[in-house]
């Protein structure tokens, strides 16, 4: 029986000399099972991810594929990307064809004109609803300076003009006037500021709106779960002290996912004159978590 060479050498390398002790770790990262089995889940390819990708973007029905499309350009930047429904879907906008379904699940189109995004990436969400809400008058970003350039000039090039002069871009480090917006949201970003900041937000421009979303991390986890090595302690617990929600979980644990939602909802509730809307996990990483409060008069 021929033998190909690739086995061969493998035979006579990775794979000399097993015994018994191999039985203890042959399984884990690194070990002879990505040979066998599986793929090494430390690999450094983007085949898991690719895979996930499209896992999550074949689940959608076809109301996502037809918002999708409407975005417009979506390959600003080279991002990595699959192909479904003859949609080239990356995961920056596939969140956020999500949150905009999300939001208008729960609130009529019609009724947001005046929306404020609090950190704002490089624009994708502002992207998502301006061009899925044609009823939207004014969005208004509040970022760091450097963010601010970069969203600028995504957004100049991905919107056309009369959806890019909607847009304002509001030097966060600056005082701030009072905006009565109909909506405001934050992204992913809450967690990776100051509990002290996260409060003065929700006082203004939050606390003046009619409804805030929020998606943001139900706690945080030790980096160790993700193969990942801290060599600087310091650092890793002011990033494990800030935001509003700090306890460490097991962020690959349902049971403790599903325990922490509570106290999510709670934390980010505005004050006591405003209740829960809608709310639910994040498809791709359920511990974040779709958050939608209203100001009840």
């Known amino acids: 029986m021929k033998v190909a060479k690739l086995w061969t050498d493998l035979s006579a390398g990775l794979f000399r000399g097993i015994d018994s002790a191999v039985l203890d770790d042959f399984r884990a990262p690194g070990g002879l099972n990505r040979r066998l089995a599986a793929w090494d889940p430390g690999e ?3 085949r898991y991810f690719k895979f996930l990708l499209l896992h999550v973007a074949q689940s959608k029905p076809p109301q996502f594929f037809e918002r999708y499309r409407r975005l417009g350009e979506v390959g600003i930047g080279r991002p990595v990307s699959v192909a479904v429904n003859g949609c080239a879907i990356n995961a920056d906008h596939l969140f956020a064809v999500e949150e905009a379904m999300f939001l208008e699940a729960a609130i009529a189109p019609e009724s947001l004109r005046t929306v404020v995004e609090i950190g704002g990436g490089f624009g994708r969400t ?3 609803l301006l061009c899925l809400n044609r009823h939207v008058e004014r969005y208004l970003i509040v970022d760091l300076p ?3 350039r970069l969203s600028e000039l995504y957004l100049r090039r991905a919107l056309p ?3 890019f002069d909607k847009v304002r871009f509001v030097n966060a480090l600056e005082p701030r006037e ?3 917006a109909d909506l405001v949201l934050n992204i992913d970003s809450f967690q990776e500021m100051p509990r002290e900041t996260v409060l003065q937000y929700m006082r203004s421009p939050i606390g003046q709106a009619r409804v805030f979303y929020t998606k943001n991390p139900i706690g945080k986890y030790e980096p160790q779960s993700v193969g990942i090595e801290v060599r ?3 650092a890793l617990a002011e990033v494990l002290s800030l935001g509003l929600c700090t306890d460490v979980l097991d962020i690959f644990d349902t049971d403790a996912l599903a325990r922490a939602r509570a106290g999510y909802l709670a934390n980010y509730l505005p004050g006591p004159s405003w209740r829960v809307l809608a ?4 498809d791709m990483f359920p511990y974040l978590h779709h958050a939608l409060y209203e100001r009840v008069p």
């Open 279 to 282: 709310d639910a996990p994040m």
């Open 178 to 180: 009072d905006v009565n």
């Open 232 to 234: 600087d302690r310091t």
């Open 146 to 148: 450097e963010m601010l």
């Open 126 to 128: 502002a992207q998502a």
């Open 161 to 163: 003009p009369a959806l």
């Open 44 to 46: 450094q390819s983007l």
